[in-house]
């Protein structure tokens, strides 16, 4: 019952039917898709009789939203009508996927309404009614609530834009693998940000916010710049062998279609002296989907600069594969929810296995993510994937402390003829 309510249902009255009369109890609040309803009530001021009418995109009954007590009105449809029934739990769940500051504003106007309405009936009833004085004490603590959530994200902004200042966001590397000969291919960038107070503080718990309030671009082109100083040192590092590796950076999908990503990493390459198809970049499918025509050409064009593109969290994004072929991507990354459920769901298994074949028949590297026990890589190997990221291969490190390690690993090959020294 409780699960039936959070989905939107739909009803047709006849010409003449009665919605809701006076009197009944609130259950929906309704939005008219087609139609007229005439709403009947009582004037406050002078006990007559007052008609309103509404029709199409318009609602009403909305008090059922704001407590469960009784029609002030009648609701009557003029014509055939049909209207989309608002469940207060439909507007809870809706509620909660709003901008905080968004939901702040609404839950401040209900509030304001509410408050009014109950002090009306307050002061005709003389002595409030307990369920009255009750549903307004909740309502105060959720917009209590709700101004504290958006006063720290205020904050937390603050705090961003502090910290971009400071350089407290640090490149991490993920190394990415070929099956084969279990050699480093190229490594992720995973930001870190280094707090003076809280430690390391991982990217969910900041990127979310960031991309709300606009900061994400910039920590995306400190991960950029940071990329971009480290390929230089992997060729130091490792000579020849070191210049086929890339460093892939996150683009956020937020504003993806803003011209701005483009110049940015434009102007980040400037001046750099390594073939710029060392720098990967991902971008998650989500951030393709609401206007593909325009993320189209932003890929072009970053395309155009020389770098290789990435689509980040494949199989996740419900992207249109009709416009796969549109996108000038090099790389498909297999989500690892997928990677991580091969074992124990068939389904899985046969999403891998359509995405290697999609792969093969748009000519992209497939690189599955998220891999932690050798059977997946086993498996992985099976269905033809080459490359594989995750904590079985290795964790994401600080940056100095990947490329030292990597270092390590070098010349010990180079001292049992594995890897030249050019
Ligand atoms: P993502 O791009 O899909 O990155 C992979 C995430 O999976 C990383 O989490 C990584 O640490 C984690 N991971 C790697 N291997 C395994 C594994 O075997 N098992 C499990 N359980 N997890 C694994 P992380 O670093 O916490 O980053 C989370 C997300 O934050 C990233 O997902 C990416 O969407 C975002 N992100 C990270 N760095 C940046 C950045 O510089 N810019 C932007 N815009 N987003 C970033
Ligand atoms: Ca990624
Ligand atoms: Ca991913």
Redesign the pocket.
């Known amino acids: 019952m409780a699960q039936e309510s959070l989905f939107m249902s739909r009803r047709t009255f006849e010409e003449g039917e009665t919605i809701f009369e006076k009197g009944d109890s609130r259950d929906y609040a309704y939005i008219i898709e087609s139609g007229i309803v005439k709403m009947t009530g009582v004037s406050e001021e002078d006990g007559s009789k007052t008609s309103v009418y509404v029709s199409n995109g318009e609602i009403f009954g909305e008090s059922a939203l704001l407590d469960g007590g009784y029609r002030d009105a009648t609701a009557k449809a003029v014509e055939p009508t049909a209207a989309f029934c608002i469940s207060p739990d439909i507007l809870k769940q809706r509620m909660e996927n709003l901008d905080p500051m968004v939901k702040l504003l609404v839950s401040m106007l209900v509030e304001k309404y509410r408050y009014n309405r109950l002090s009306h009936i307050d002061g005709l009833a003389k002595s409030p009614s307990l369920s009255a004085k009750r549903t307004q004490e909740l309502l105060v603590e959720s917009y209590e609530k709700q101004r504290r959530i958006v006063l720290d994200e205020l904050r937390m902004e603050q705090e961003l834009r502090r910290a971009l200042e400071k350089n407290e ?1 640090k ?2 590397l ?1 190394p990415i693998t070929e099956f084969e000969n279990g050699s480093i291919i190229g490594y ?5 940000w280094h707090h003076p107070h809280r430690g390391i503080v ?3 718990d900041f ?1 979310p916010i ?2 709300r309030t606009n900061v ?1 671009g910039a ?2 082109q ?2 950029l710049e940071a990329a971009c100083n480290l390929i230089p040192q992997l060729h130091d590092i490792a000579g020849e062998y070191g210049k086929k590796m890339f460093i892939s ?5 937020a504003n993806f279609d803003d011209q701005a990503i483009v110049d940015r990493v434009k102007s980040t390459l400037k001046g750099t002296k390594f073939d710029p198809s060392q720098i990967k970049l ?1 971008i ?1 499918e989500s951030a393709l989907v609401s206007d593909a025509e325009q993320a189209a050409f932003i890929l072009e064009q970053l395309k155009a600069t020389g770098v290789t593109l990435a689509l ?2 494949f199989g996740t994004g419900y992207s249109s594969l009709g416009y796969l072929h549109r996108f000038t991507i090099d790389s498909l ?1 297999i ?2 929810s997928f990677v ?1 459920q091969l074992q124990v769901s068939r389904k899985s298994l046969n999403i891998v296995k359509a995405v290697v074949d999609l792969a093969h028949t748009f000519d992209l590297n497939l690189i599955a ?4 026990e050798e059977k997946e890589v086993e498996i992985l190997k099976g269905l033809g994937c080459k490359y594989g ?4 291969f290795g ?2 490190v600080e940056a100095q402390e990947t490329l030292r390690q990597f270092s390590e690993d070098i010349s010990a090959k180079q001292s049992t003829g594995l890897v030249s020294a050019e």
């Open positions: 966001f490149p991490y993920q992720e960038t995973l930001v870190r991982f990217p969910n990127i960031a991309e994400v920590i995306d400190c991960m950076v996150n683009l956020s999908g991902e998650t980040d969290d990354k989500d690892r991580q993510e998220g891999i932690e990221q995750g904590f079985y964790r994401p």
